[in-house]
Each structure stands twice: as C-alpha cells, then as structure tokens.
C-alpha cells in the first residue's frame, strides 16, 4: 500500500500548475517520499525556488515554509536563510534555466563554499514557463523559441560542473528512474555541505513539441532509452557517448 503524502500538500490548492505528462509532478512525489522516508518535519524545513516550472513544485503545494524567489537567485536566497537560521533543514528546488543559466554564478560559489543546503535541479533542457527559449543545459542542435535552426553552443554537463565547484553530493537521475532518484534526494538531505542531485524531468510542451517529440510517451521511452550508468559508459564506443545521458552518484 503507498503512503498517503496528502499531510504533506496544502488542502487549499485544488489544481497542478503542470502540463499533462511533465516530468514534475514524478518529482514532486519524489522529494515528498524523499522527506517522508527519512522522517523530517516540514516545521524544520525551508523550500526556497526562483522562476519556473520547477520552482512550483514547493510552492504553493507544500504545506511548510517556502520562499519563492527572483529568476536565478534561489541560492542566493538559501545562503541568507541558512546563514541566519543554520538549523533550517534547507532544499532548494528549481529548474535548469533558473539555476544554471541566470543563476550560475550562485550555483558554482554555493558548490564552491560547501554550503549546508540541498539542491534539486530539475532538468527540463529548456526555459519551460518562460516561452521555450534555450538554456545552458539544451542540447546540441535543438530547437527552441531562440534557436529555430537549432542550438550552437554545447550544453553544460551540470554534475560535472558543480562536482569540480567543490560540492559533497553530486548525483543525476531521471524521473523514469523514480526510486533510485528519491534515494538521492534522500542522500543530499542528509549529507553535509552542498547536496545537488540533477533530475531529468523531460518537458513535453516547450521541448517535445519544437523538437517534434510532443507525444509524452515517447518522450519519455526516448530520455529511457539514452540513460546510462557511469559503469556503462566507460565500456561505450566515444562516439556513442555523446548521445547518451550518465546517470548516477558522482560525489562522493
Ligand atoms: S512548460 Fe514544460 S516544464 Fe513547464 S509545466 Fe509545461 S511541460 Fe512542464
């Protein structure tokens, strides 16, 4: 029998703000039997968020203290907060076009200074709510509001990225990989220091549909079938490797 997460979400919020077949919602339950498993009390916990699709998923929805901040200032947010109150179980939860495009900066030095927070980074390769432009995570070639004859630029390998900033756990899992993704929501809650997990949660309005993938089911069977683990990569052929995503812990 699954556990009841409803104590965990505001009765007063009666709809999603997602899109049908976004990942996000997988992700909301994902963190909430994260919190749930590991027995933490919403009264000692802060969500902090910036702009975006992700930035939704705590607030409004959870029923605790949540702070929704400026485009791209989550962390800079978090570091007020948890300097001011370092008891503050503190989970930062936004999206890749929040926290590594316009706020960049704040994710390399919050990687680089250790701090005591964990951080969400839900990967939809895309600024989702703001119209479909690309972000620093899109991939190679693909279309978007800004790029219709398709991105130029190489995007950022975001664990890699926050692994050489310094960070204490660096892990990356899709939302088609449920368990294994809450397991290390789980482990960046408890961690010291900078916990980050990256989670692939794929955007079938913005992204599927300019790249012509608007059907969620195939969607999401294409993010399956690109996952591989750190040990598989390793055997791949160099030129296979750029098609695929590596999933796993990768600090420590
Ligand atoms: S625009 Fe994309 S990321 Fe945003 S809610 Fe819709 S499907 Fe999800």
Redesign the pocket.
């Known amino acids: 029998m699954p556990r009841d997460l409803s104590g965990y979400l505001r009765e007063e919020v009666k709809t999603t ?3 049908p ?2 990942g ?1 919602g997988i992700l909301m339950g994902a963190i909430l039997r994260a919190i749930d498993a590991l027995g933490l009390s919403m009264d000692e916990m802060l969500f902090v968020s910036g702009i975006g ?1 992700a930035a939704w998923i705590p607030s409004p929805n959870f029923k605790a203290d949540t702070l929704h901040t400026l485009h791209g200032r989550a962390l800079a947010f978090a570091t007020g907060a948890k300097l001011f109150n370092p008891k503050l179980k503190t989970l930062v939860v936004s999206g890749d076009g929040d926290l590594s495009s316009i706020g960049g900066n704040h994710l390399i030095h919050a990687a680089r200074r250790d701090l005591d927070v964990a951080v969400i980074c839900a990967n ?1 390769q895309i600024y ?2 703001t119209g479909g432009q690309v972000a620093s995570t899109t991939p190679l070639g693909s279309l978007s509001a800004t790029t219709p004859r398709g991105n130029p630029y190489r995007p950022f390998d975001l664990c890699r990225l926050v692994q050489a900033a310094g960070a204490s756990y660096v892990a990356r899992y899709a939302v088609v990989q449920p368990l294994l993704l809450q397991q290390a929501i789980q482990r960046a809650l408890v961690t010291p220091g900078f916990g980050f997990v990256e989670a692939l949660s794929p ?4 992204y599927g549909r300019r790249n012509r993938v608007g059907d969620v089911a195939e969607l999401m069977k294409q993010l399956q079938g690109a996952l591989v683990s750190r040990e598989g990569a390793e055997t791949l052929p160099e030129t296979d490797r750029a098609s695929r995503i590596v999933y796993g812990e990768f600090v420590p």
Request: charge should be neutral; hydrophobic fraction near 15%.
């Open positions: 703000p997602f899109c077949g976004c996000h699709c939809n989702g709510m955007c079938p309005t913005q």
